[in-house]
């Protein structure tokens, strides 16, 4: 059974900061690009990819979050992990972890088959 937990979401004022953290069950770790999506708390617009780790450990970031946001992940404890600095309203949403075999090198959401019940962020003042 293939599960994804996610955790460490929680409210923080603009430019704090919070980790992510999600530990994946049931898949090969190494055999599996891994990547974060959000989907905006008003529920506006679709599930957004916002980094991604692949199976080469190469790592691309949205536009939106690029210099701010670091993928990273911890094979031991099979644990991904994102990084958020200098967080802004704008990151506000429920983030998901995602993941799917092989190699991978688009943030769209279709490829991926895989996924976490998703963790809340909250940024406000």
């Known amino acids: 059974q293939v599960r994804l937990v996610e955790s460490g979401g929680g409210s923080v004022q603009p430019g704090g900061s919070l980790r992510l953290s999600c530990v994946v069950s049931?898949?090969?770790?190494?055999?599996?690009?891994l990547a974060w999506f959000r989907h905006p708390l008003q529920n506006e617009g679709e599930r957004e990819g916002v980094a991604l780790l692949n199976t080469d450990d190469d790592t691309k970031y949205s536009d939106s979050v690029k210099g701010r946001f670091t993928i990273s992940k911890d094979y031991a404890k099979k644990t991904l992990y994102l990084q958020m600095n200098s967080l802004k309203p704008g990151d506000s949403a429920v983030y998901y972890c995602?993941?799917?075999?092989?190699?991978?090198?688009?943030?769209?959401?279709?490829?991926?088959?895989?996924w976490g019940q998703g963790t809340q962020v909250t940024v406000s003042s």
């Open positions: 995602a993941a799917k075999a092989g190699g991978q090198w688009s943030l769209d959401k279709k490829w991926f088959n895989y």
């Open positions: 049931g898949i090969t770790f190494h055999d599996h690009s």
